[in-house]
């Protein structure tokens, strides 16, 4: 069975704006989106991650039609639509605005995509009602939407695209206009969802928490390109590159050369990795070291070095509730973030303490 | 280019509808914006055996005629554009910047000869000031007084284009931030150097382009010349129209409409492609108190009191108008009678009729096709889109005069006969009133999110349907203005529509200047009096149909 969305070298030029006036035979142009492949199955929910610039909402305007690509197709199964107006595509989309028709009630809302596709009035009845219901907006049925929140307006964007039962459900940033408590709600809520009713979606975003937390598969992208395809764990755990690493989450990247595939020495200290690396032995390579997995101690006097930990000083401490954050200074290396959780029940580490700092999760990157 | 042209022809090929509507539309715009502008410039250009010749435009050095009626008509516009801006100027900084009584009134006041037939002030100049005047004759005395002339045309247009050069100035001077007056009076500047070094330079641009609106309407006016103007003093759209009508010369018709269509399309160019980019207005939608503190209390009155003598001076001209359709015989018997409504009613209902058919059928269609080519700017790309945009609002800067002559050389043969047909006035007057639809739609459209016409499109609504269920009633104001638009220039357009009208089809415009020509001024003042009842009355039906929107409509360039 094909995959529910395929892209095939999906490409978008645009003419760069400063030689647009010119209009030379050469004109140089930006390139949005650099020959992206991608596979989507069937009930799975695949966020586009990256910066603001780097195509993926190019991406996803592509796949609803909204977009014209320079080259490439885009397949809905085994049917091509790259060639297909948006509104026969059977797509639905939840806008970064919403994009809630002003004048419309919810319900009216709610019930246009239907009214669009001739949907009987029983029918339509039907399924506006059940689907305000899923999302608990029954009440509001006559409401404007200016009469409603953020969230109802989010919900009803929502309703709007769920009561067509489209094949693919594209979210563009929906969920940047909300703030912060009601984003978290918001993003349960949608991949609740989501995965009950088993629609295969793609969801574009910039917040990484929110594509770990929602996601089956994340597509992290910059300038253009696909980075890594994988599941939130195995992005976070073994990034391919420095620049994934450092978009998701916080990262130390630590210089060192590699023993052999389970081992690297940084700093004078032999550290083990937790995945092999293909590098050849003797290669350098760039360590990434979550500041969450770093095992942090006041180092003891007596104390001979133990193997596998590096010793360092306390430069700054930061006291942010869940977590206390210190910055690290270990001889030979850049100053290190750590982080320690339950600073309130262990208490913070002064500036100018020595500690001994033991790395775990360690996952080497061929240095660039 | 062509690649770019050929991908966007691709894309607007999926929906088959959208695609026909453009050629629709371009098709209509080229029959009948272009081809009749292209037939006065090459009747113009033409001998009378067809062949290119500059014979025409020779006789515009022999004839002194001619001659005078091309500097006649430069020298009135450049004078109402001077007086009517400084009016226009002077009632918009009182209205929108200081704190004096009665503002809405005064704002009504002023705006009421735009909705007026463009003559009504020549109407009541010749009640006033005319050989039977209640003022010259009755009050003074005099019998040696001749009001037709320069004088009186350009008193009559003063009255008639002020109120534009008011509504271009209002938005100017209502968009200058407060606070640059209390930044310059705070580093120390007098009041006096407030205005003249920061206030006025600021404000120029609008002022210039007033101006070249109030020249483009003053030179392509047709009424007031034809009314007040009187032998000794051509003009250009009036002797064009004798040329044609009275001595049947359609090229040298076509030859003085060329000549006027010059300065018109210059002034049109500057003021949209120079001047309209250089407006220091700024639209915050930010309400800022913005009582001026430059004047002085004794130039605030100083200046109210302008403004009050205008308002004066419409209150009058209408009062004199109703009281001129109520008087049996103005100027020897001021017995009460309403002979003249009796008379307009009984044998011109016909007229009337005829007037308010072309107007319903002109408003909904031009108001349509409006929104329509504003969606279509705006929202879509195809190759050509420049040029629709360009042939859409060209006509804004097309004098009636010469839109009219362009309609009889045009539609007077094959391939397509219109003459003496409703759908020629009808077809004129859509064409040539959805500019200003066009151009409000466009500024309401861009103010839209369009993702909210693509969330339509993403439900399954085509492009015709995404623009009927979700586009047109968001820019109802737009909308609403461009039908009220429609509507009153259909009731009140004269310079065009004279070339058009015919025995089957009359328009009460050409009626009143018909009755004003053999002297019955009463039957003309009653006439102006039912077409005003009815475009007031049309405000309110239009208001009620489209609902919201009549704040909007106010903000429109008429």
């Known amino acids: 069975m094909p995959a529910d969305l395929r892209l095939e070298k999906l490409r978008k030029e645009y003419a760069s704006p400063e030689n647009a006036s010119s209009g030379g035979p050469e004109r140089a142009t930006v390139v949005a989106v650099d020959d992206v492949s991608l596979e989507v199955e069937k009930g799975a929910l695949v966020t586009l991650l990256g910066p603001s610039g780097c195509g993926k909402t190019t991406l996803l305007r592509m796949i609803a039609g909204f977009e014209e690509p320079t080259s490439g197709r885009v397949y809905f199964g085994d049917r091509r639509v790259d060639e297909l107006a948006p509104n026969v595509r059977d797509t639905a989309m939840v806008f970064q605005s919403y994009a809630i028709f002003p004048h419309l009630n919810v319900y009216e809302n709610v019930a246009f995509g239907l009214r669009m596709h001739g949907v009987g009035k029983s029918e339509l009845t039907e399924r506006v009602g059940q689907v305000l219901e899923l999302v608990g907006l029954t009440t509001m049925a006559k409401r404007a939407p200016s009469q409603l929140s953020g969230g109802q307006q989010q919900r009803v964007a929502l309703a709007r695209c769920i009561v067509m039962q489209p094949k693919l459900l594209l979210f563009d940033e929906p969920l940047s206009n909300l703030d912060a408590k009601l984003r978290e709600q918001m993003r349960v809520e949608i991949r609740d969802l989501q995965q009950r009713l088993g629609i295969t979606s793609v969801y574009v975003t910039h917040d990484q928490i929110e594509a770990m937390a929602m996601s089956d598969v994340v597509v992290v992208m910059n300038a253009g390109r696909v980075e890594q395809v994988g599941g939130p764990r195995e992005i976070y755990a073994r990034p391919v590159s420095r620049f994934v690493a450092d978009f998701i989450g916080d990262a130390n990247f630590l210089p060192g050369v590699l023993l052999d595939a389970r081992t690297v020495r940084i700093a004078g200290a032999t550290l083990t990795l937790a995945d092999p690396c293909q590098e050849r032995p003797g290669a350098n390579v760039a360590v990434v070291a979550r500041p969450e997995a770093m095992n942090l101690a006041r180092a003891t006097d007596q104390d001979e070095r133990a193997a596998g930990t590096l010793s360092g000083t306390v430069r700054r401490t930061a006291f942010l509730g869940t977590i206390a954050r210190y910055m690290v200074e270990v001889e030979g290396l850049p100053d290190l973030q750590v982080d320690v959780a339950s600073p309130a029940e262990t208490g913070l580490l002064a500036p100018g303490t020595h500690v001994s700092l033991a790395p775990g999760a360690l996952h080497a990157l061929a240095d660039a | ?558």
């Open chain 2, 1 to 558: 280019m062509l690649r770019r042209a050929w991908q966007e022809l691709r894309i607007i090929a999926r929906d088959p509808i959208l695609l026909a509507l453009i050629v629709a539309i371009m098709a209509a715009l080229v029959v009948f914006v272009v081809w009749p502008l292209a037939r006065v410039l090459v009747t113009a250009f033409q001998a009378p055996d067809g062949s290119f010749s500059l014979a025409n435009f020779e006789l515009l050095g022999q004839r002194r005629l001619y001659r005078n009626a091309l500097r006649n008509s430069l020298v009135v516009g450049g004078l109402v554009g001077l007086v009517g801006v400084a009016i226009g100027y002077i009632a918009a900084f009182v209205l929108t910047r200081t704190n004096v009584p009665f503002k809405r009134v005064l704002h009504t006041l002023v705006m009421l000869p735009i909705i007026s037939p463009p003559f009504a002030g020549a109407i009541s100049i010749l009640f006033l000031f005319g050989f039977n005047g209640l003022v010259t004759r009755q009050l003074l005395g005099l019998t040696n007084f001749s009001i037709y002339g320069m004088h009186g045309v350009v008193l009559s247009q003063v009255f008639t284009f002020a109120p534009i050069a008011y509504l271009n100035l209002r938005g100017v001077l209502a968009g200058l931030n407060p606070t640059l007056e209390d930044a310059a009076l705070n580093v120390g500047a007098s009041r006096w150097q407030v205005f003249w070094r920061v206030i006025f330079p600021l404000s120029l641009p609008g002022v210039a382009s007033a101006f070249l609106v109030v020249l483009i309407e003053s030179m392509a006016d047709f009424g007031n010349p034809l009314v007040l103007g009187g032998a000794a003093f051509p003009m250009l759209a009036t002797q064009a129209y004798l040329e044609i009508t009275g001595s049947f010369n359609l090229a040298r018709g076509a030859m003085l409409a060329g000549v006027l269509l010059l300065p018109s399309i210059t002034a049109f160019a500057i003021q949209r492609y120079y001047l309209a980019k250089r407006q220091y207005v700024t639209v915050t939608g930010k309400p800022t108190a913005s009582t001026s503190k430059i004047v002085s209390p004794g130039a605030k009155w100083l200046l109210y009191a302008v403004v009050v003598a205008f308002a004066v001076v419409v209150i009058a001209f209408y009062a004199v108008i109703l009281l001129g359709a109520l008087t049996r015989v103005w100027g020897f018997d001021y017995t009460p009678d309403l002979r003249h409504f009796r008379y307009v009613f009984a044998v011109g209902w016909e007229t009337v009729k005829d007037t308010l058919v072309v107007a319903v059928l002109t408003t909904p269609v031009s108001g349509l096709l409006g929104m329509l080519i504003a969606f279509i700017v705006v929202r879509k790309r195809f190759p050509g889109r420049a040029s629709l945009e360009f042939m859409s609002i060209l006509n804004f800067a097309v004098p009636g005069t010469v839109a009219g002559i362009g309609y009889i050389l045009a539609f007077n043969g094959p391939p397509l006969i219109l003459t003496g047909t409703l759908a020629i006035l009808v077809l004129n007057f859509v064409f040539r009133y959805v500019p200003v639809g066009i151009q409000s739609g466009i500024a309401v459209l861009r103010q839209i999110d369009p993702a909210i016409e693509e969330a339509a499109q993403n439900l399954g609504a085509n492009a015709i349907t995404t623009f009927r269920r979700i586009t047109l009633p968001l820019i109802a104001p737009a909308f609403f203005s461009g039908l009220v638009f429609a509507f009153v220039r259909a009731m009140t357009a004269i310079s065009a529509a004279i070339f058009l009208v015919s025995a089957n089809w009359n328009l009460m415009t050409v009626q009143i200047l018909n009755e004003v020509g053999s002297g019955r001024l009463g039957v003309a003042a009653a006439y102006s009096i039912v077409l005003l009842a009815i475009v007031l009355v049309a405000f309110g039906v239009i208001n009620l149909i489209v609902g919201r929107g009549a704040e909007d409509a106010t903000s429109v360039r008429f």
